[in-house]
């Protein structure tokens, strides 16, 4: 009998080997994301390069996100003195600035007549926005109390003289000590900040007509301090009121 043939062993195919390197559709998108690139590039060359428009957005991103904007004080715009050196200056500057300028020279010549005790606490600041002139709190209301004194009258008739002369806006801020306070009209700082920036900005609406879409009020309580609350002189600093005098293209607070 014949010896049956062992069967043959057939041999699996060999798959075939892959692309070496990456795969098509990624040099594909990595063209695609290439051309978006110097599009952007291509636009941002077009635009106008704004440092002013730049700062602002940066200011907004920082603002969204909790961060505190820190302006930066034109000492220049501050503290001159003489007429001389406003009109040195405002050769230099832009039509903002000297507008800002202007109030500066505004504000300080209506408290020169005033005597040493009003003038007492008072400062005037400037920033690339506006001019902050600030009232200590205790020449402006009763202690513990948002009820206006009667030398408080004489600074808010003033703020109503540069808002009439000048077409600005006006932030009234209200600010405190560290000391906590506990009434049942000012459960805390903030109530008594809040109430005494609502207080002087009414007697401003009121007696001056000016526009309600030109002012604001806001109370800080304590957290923007003047100075370190580490000293009673310090803490009477720390009670005041701010005027914020702005741009009214600017949104302020």
Excluded at 150 to 157: E, G, H, N, Q
Excluded at 178 to 207: C, G, H, M, Q
Aim: hydrophobic share 40%.
């Amino acid at each position: 009998m014949a010896e049956q043939a062992e069967p043959i062993a057939r041999k699996k195919p060999e798959e075939p080997s892959g692309d070496e390197g990456l795969p098509p559709w990624m040099a594909t998108f990595a063209d695609m994301v290439t051309l978006l690139l110097c599009f952007f590039v291509l636009l941002l060359s077009f635009a106008e390069q704004s440092e002013e428009k730049y700062r602002d957005a940066l200011g907004s991103i920082k603002g969204a996100f909790g961060v505190k904007e820190l302006r930066a004080v034109s000492d220049d715009m501050a503290q001159f003195n003489t007429s001389k050196a406003a009109k040195e200056m405002s050769s230099k500057i832009s039509h903002d600035e000297r507008v800002l300028l202007g109030v500066i020279m505004r504000i300080k010549s209506l408290l020169e007549d005033e005597d040493v005790k009003l003038k007492e606490g008072t400062g005037v600041t400037a920033d690339r926005d506006g001019v902050v002139f600030s009232a200590n709190s205790a020449s402006m209301f009763e202690p513990g109390s948002a009820d206006l004194a009667p030398s408080a009258r004489k600074i808010l008739d003033k703020v109503i003289k540069v808002l009439k002369d000048y077409k600005l806006n006006l932030v009234v801020r209200g600010h405190t000590d560290d000391r906590p306070i506990s009434t049942r009209k000012f459960p805390s700082n903030w109530e008594l900040s809040a109430a005494r920036a609502a207080v002087a900005l009414n007697y401003i609406l009121d007696k001056g007509g000016i526009e309600v879409s030109r002012a604001k009020a806001v109370g800080y309580a304590d957290t923007r301090p003047a100075v370190p609350n580490d000293s009673e002189e310090n803490r009477k600093k720390n009670q005041r009121v701010e005027f914020y005098l702005h741009m009214p293209q600017r949104d302020a607070w």
